[in-house]
């Protein structure tokens, strides 16, 4: 039967809703807090908000259109290998809870590039801000029309009218209403995602006549494929990929990025805090899981019609909308509550991006540099989540013209994450790293990642490598195959294509990140005060031995020779908390 693609008058009420209730969190904090005299007060919720809304927030803040509509087409063609990123975000959790947590909490930082300039020098904040604001906005724009394009193409639904809503009351609930408002619309999106995932999920499960066929089904096409422990970096995903992979591509959000410590340091206390990041672990679990399991429900209702080889769609971010059009266009408002959580998801990104663009831009860009009263600071906070917010809309405008660099655009915002995870992990645990150092290692392993990035994006690996599993279009008449299944004509391949351009992308993070560390520790080994050596060879020596005695030690050498170590010793947690 022709699928019904366009929307009812329900499905935009519905979509509207989502967005009236967001404004009115944010006009409900500005009325609450209008007597907020500090920029702190607007950009960390004056530090006194619970471990619950939080830790929602922290779920929803990465978990974007992107996720809702490309995890599901993942499993539909690759098959649901990605559900390992479930040990992953284990990995993820205990990292930044034990060792960057503490140090951001303790510092009291509003900007995580604060910590640069007390442990390595300006340079190095200022390097680490620029480049920070370079990829959120440049990541922003593209969650913000990437999901409009995919809906627009399948629903009908209209395109800038929706990019520039969407925008538009995300910029207004960020700006009167601060991180609080960010946080509790956060929450809110967070319920709509999982409503929308529930809603394809539940009426799937009805039509396929339970759990047990979809996941027969699954099974047969090949799309449990979780038993892969190929250690072949060159195999796109498997189990080493996605857990190793993965952890170092979300421990550079977790741990480092400004709109995820900006939240869990919010807290009222250090115990809120870490309990947020282990509550949001089941948040991260639930919205795993419904996606996988939506990727197993597509292929089920699709295993022998596939909508994209017929041509029916012209690309699988394509395909979840295509089934709610499919499954659900008769039940008017549910296909509306579907787009409401793809959007849902793309409204916590971009608001959590707007309050970080804001507060790094504050304290790193500003405040250093004016003698403002807090007053004034707190109107420039509300003026550049603004000005932000207007900039990432001007940047989707700017997406729809980039045609096929917007994957290319997605993939060096991933690899910008590790060589600056790679610069925080040099500063956290190695003592006896400088500024030097610190530089050389963030440009040189920016300059690697960058260059297995762009050129896996010139060159994509073949199909061996990605291993798409197979569909087939049974039940449709024969038509036209979609541009994506073209056979490619030959082109000349370059030597490195088939080995180094070929690495998973989930290790392009891993790559930035140990060549920043690697040359960042030898650069400072040459660059070194040799005093400082000893001590850390001394260092190394007792954390070996006892972890107490470590930290005791420690201790002791910063109070005796505050003037040679203080700048490498003074900021790690555990001296902090015995001094």
């Known amino acids: ?57 922290l779920t929803a803040s990465f978990m974007s259109a992107i996720t809702v509509l490309s995890n599901p087409a993942e499993v539909y063609r690759y098959g649901a290998s990605i559900g390992f990123y479930g040990l992953s975000y284990i990995i993820t959790i205990v990292v930044t809870s ?7 909490y303790r510092l009291a930082v509003t900007s995580t590039y604060e910590y640069l300039e007390l442990r390595f020098n300006r340079a190095t904040r200022l390097l680490g801000t620029v480049l920070f604001i370079v990829q959120t906005i440049l990541y922003t724009g593209i969650v913000i029309y990437a999901p409009a394009l995919a809906l627009n193409q399948v629903t009908g639904m209209d395109l800038w009218g929706a990019v520039i809503s969407t925008g538009v009351v995300c910029t207004f609930y960020c700006t009167m209403g601060g991180l609080k408002a960010v946080v509790w619309t956060d929450v809110i999106q967070l319920g709509v995602m999982l409503a929308g995932f529930l809603s394809v999920i539940v009426r799937s499960v009805v039509l396929q006549g339970g759990v047990f066929p979809i996941i027969s089904d699954s099974e047969q096409g090949g799309r449990l494929n979780f038993w892969d422990f190929d250690t072949n970096p060159l195999r796109r995903h498997t189990f080493w990929t996605v857990t190793i992979g993965g952890a170092f591509v ?35 679990w639930s919205i795993l899981l419904c996606s996988v399991f939506a990727g197993m429900c597509l292929y089920s209702v699709y295993k022998n019609c596939d909508p994209w ?70 109107w420039i906070s509300k003026g550049l989540s603004f000005a932000y917010g207007a900039l990432c809309i001007g940047m989707a405008g700017l997406a729809s013209l980039m045609g096929g660099i917007l994957q290319a655009a ?28 610190a530089l050389s290692g963030l440009l040189s392993g920016l300059v690697v990642s960058l260059w297995v990035g762009i050129g896996a994006q010139i060159y994509p690996p073949p199909p061996e490598m990605t291993l798409p599993l197979p569909l087939t279009t049974d039940e449709f008449t024969p038509c036209t195959l979609s541009s994506q299944h073209v056979p ?38 040459f660059t070194g005060d040799y005093y400082l050596m000893c001590v850390c060879v001394e260092y190394l020596q007792i954390s070996a031995y006892s972890w ?25 947690p555990a001296v902090q908390s015995h001094q």
Not at 252 to 274: D, F, L, M
Not at 412 to 435: Q, W
Not at 548 to 572: E, N, Q
Request: proline share 5%; hydrophobic share 50%.
């Open 98 to 104: 034990e060792i960057f947590l503490p140090v951001f």
């Open 410 to 437: 997605v993939s060096i915002f991933g690899v910008i994450g590790g060589p600056l995870l790679g610069l925080f992990t040099l500063g956290i645990l190695c003592p006896f790293a400088n500024s030097k150092g």
């Open 488 to 525: 490619f004509s030959p082109i000349t391949r370059p030597v490195l294509a088939d080995n180094w351009y070929s690495l998973s992308y989930l290790y392009f993070s891993p790559i930035g990140t140990i060549i920043a560390i690697s040359v960042g520790l030898i650069v400072s080994l």
């Open 548 to 572: 107490h005695a470590h930290f005791v030690f420690l201790a002791r050498m910063v109070r005796k020779t505050t003037h040679t170590v203080d700048k490498r010793f003074v900021y790690l």
């Open 250 to 284: 979300w421990v550079s959000i977790y741990g480092i990025n400004q709109a995820q410590v900006q939240r869990y340091i919010s807290c009222k206390s250090i115990g809120h805090a870490r309990a947020s990041l282990y509550i949001n672990l089941l948040g991260l």
């Open 1 to 57: 039967n022709k699928v019904k693609l366009s929307f009812a008058v329900a499905d935009y009420v519905v979509f509207a809703l989502m967005l009236v209730v967001s404004a009115a969190v944010g006009v409900y904090y500005a009325w609450a807090d209008r007597g907020q005299r500090s920029s702190g007060d607007f950009l960390m919720g004056g530090r006194r908000l619970t471990a619950l809304p939080v830790s929602l927030s």
């Open 309 to 378: 080889t017929a041509g029916l769609v012209s690309a699988p971010d394509q395909l979840m909308p295509y089934l709610v059009m499919d499954i659900l266009g008769n039940y008017p408002g549910l296909p509306g509550l579907f787009v409401a959580a793809a959007y849902s998801g793309s409204l916590s990104t971009v608001s959590s991006s707007i309050n970080a663009l804001a507060a790094v831009t504050v304290e790193d860009l500003i405040k250093p540099y004016t003698n403002m009263s807090e007053k004034h600071l707190s």
